[in-house]
């Protein structure tokens, strides 16, 4: 499961930018096409988030779809697999535009009261 590995990382790099305000919400964006899991990534967010500055944080997943680009025609098409055909001239030159992605979208910290 390479999403532990993953979610180890997205902790990390969240936790370094938060410079140790309490982060209430992460947000990320997870390519369909990506090969990662949400729901194994919320698992481990959980697991991953204890003992740190994100430990209670909400997370937020936001899916975003495969889409590919048509090499002969230039046609956008959907994608649930990281290939397909073309519904316009059934070329299988297709290029992926989106759905690989993991993006850290956001973050939410607490403001300190001084």
């Not at 070329?91 to 850290?104: C, H, N, R, T, Y």
């Given at each position: 499961?390479?999403?532990?590995?993953?979610?180890q990382n997205i902790v990390?790099?969240?936790?370094?930018?938060?410079?140790?305000?309490?982060?209430?919400r992460v947000t990320l964006?997870?390519?369909?096409?990506?090969?990662?899991?949400?729901?194994?990534?919320e698992f481990c967010f959980?697991?991953?988030?204890?003992?740190?500055?994100?430990?209670?944080?909400?997370?937020?997943?936001?899916?975003?779809?495969?889409?590919?680009?048509?090499?002969?025609?230039?046609?956008?098409?959907?994608?649930?697999?990281?290939?397909?055909?073309?519904?316009?001239?059934?070329?299988?030159?297709?290029?992926?535009?989106?759905?690989?992605?993991?993006?850290?979208?956001?973050?939410?910290?607490?403001?300190?009261?001084?």
């Amino acid at each position: 499961m390479h999403e532990l590995g993953i979610t180890q990382n997205i902790v990390a790099i969240v936790a370094e930018n938060a410079k140790e305000k309490t982060v209430k919400r992460v947000t990320l964006e997870i390519g369909e096409l990506s090969a990662i899991m949400p729901d194994a990534i919320e698992f481990c967010f959980d697991v991953c988030s204890k003992g740190t500055v994100l430990e209670g944080a909400k997370l937020e997943i936001i899916k975003i779809p495969g889409l590919g680009k048509c090499r002969q025609c230039g046609a956008e098409i959907p994608l649930e697999q990281p290939f397909g055909v073309c519904h316009v001239c059934n070329s299988m030159e297709i290029d992926i535009i989106q759905g690989q992605e993991l993006k850290i979208k956001e973050m939410e910290v607490e403001e300190l009261c001084v």
